[in-house]
């Protein structure tokens, strides 16, 4: 960043290519998502803002060359990327001329592969990092949470309580959180489904005793996910999808006792990526 404008700078072995910017400054206090990328010898750049008055606001491309000759950037497993910073015994380009940032980055990605920026092998600084960054929103109906708030939606005014059924994509890093909850009035019925060291966890009850089960897999990679459960009485089933890869791993367990019914009343709701902090929860 020079005097609130995104530079993009690369060097492929042939000399520096250089773009700015132009259209707007970044350092208004908002959130910007900022996209830059190299075919050979040409380097671009886009800037969204996410926020503020020109929130939403399509960007205009920039775009420049670098010198000819060489087109092909080698980088091996060796390699180090820094994102806010260099270290000062790392030799840097001398065309970069800043070498700290001072705000607040998430949501990254190298080649489409996000980035974790908790997952780091070492930091400088007092940086705890940013917990939350916006997303851009996109398909209606649909409702992202970016980890501190979540959502409560009505249960469906028709309900069978001898079957259930839900598919949601999610995506994240975190090893613990609550994706769903539901729970009767007495608690006494209740289903939700976390993460646990990154696996899907699905837990149970229909009033005579837990039904509970542990992924094997990690899906806590920052890849999207598809997660499907379905209950038909006293047996769920959970499918979680990388929607990537394709690769899919599923589930099953049967809860204890003869009852079979999820009784969740009409009134009552059902959480998805939290729950409001007042309130009694099993
Ligand atoms: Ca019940």
């Excluded at 609130?4 to 259209?23: I, Q």
């Amino acid at each position: 960043m020079r005097k609130g404008k995104v530079n993009f700078l690369w060097d492929v072995g042939s000399g520096v290519g250089r773009v700015e910017y132009p259209h707007h400054t970044i350092h208004d206090g908002n959130w910007h998502r900022i996209e830059a990328s190299r075919n050979g010898l040409n380097g671009t750049i886009s800037v969204y803002p996410l926020e503020g008055s020109m929130a939403g606001m399509m960007p205009t491309p920039a775009s420049a060359n670098s010198p000819t000759t060489f087109t092909i950037l080698d980088v091996d497993q060796n390699a180090y990327l820094f994102v806010g910073g260099i270290l000062g015994t790392v030799k840097k380009a001398d065309a970069v001329r800043t070498n700290t940032f001072t705000g607040c980055m998430g949501e990254t990605f190298l080649d489409g592969k996000p980035i974790g920026l908790w997952n780091y092998r070492e930091r400088h600084g007092d940086c705890k990092g940013c917990v939350v960054s916006p997303q851009r929103s996109d398909a209606e109906g649909t409702v992202q949470l970016d980890g501190e708030g979540y959502s409560a939606v009505g249960r469906p005014t028709r309900w069978n309580p001898n079957v259930s059924s839900v598919t949601f994509k999610f995506r994240t890093f975190s090893s613990e959180s609550l994706l769903m909850y539901l729970a009767t009035e007495d608690m006494k019925d209740f289903m939700s489904l976390e993460l646990s060291e990154g696996k899907v966890k699905v837990n149970f009850d229909l009033g005579s005793g837990v039904g509970s089960a542990l992924s094997a897999s990690r899906h806590n990679d920052g890849h999207w996910k598809s997660l499907t459960m379905s209950r038909n009485k006293k047996t769920a089933t959970v499918t979680v999808v990388d929607i990537d890869s394709g690769a899919e791993e599923k589930i099953v367990t049967t809860s204890q006792g003869p009852a079979t019914g999820l009784n969740l009343k009409e009134h009552q709701k059902i959480y998805f990526g939290g729950l409001p902090t007042i309130g009694n929860y099993r």
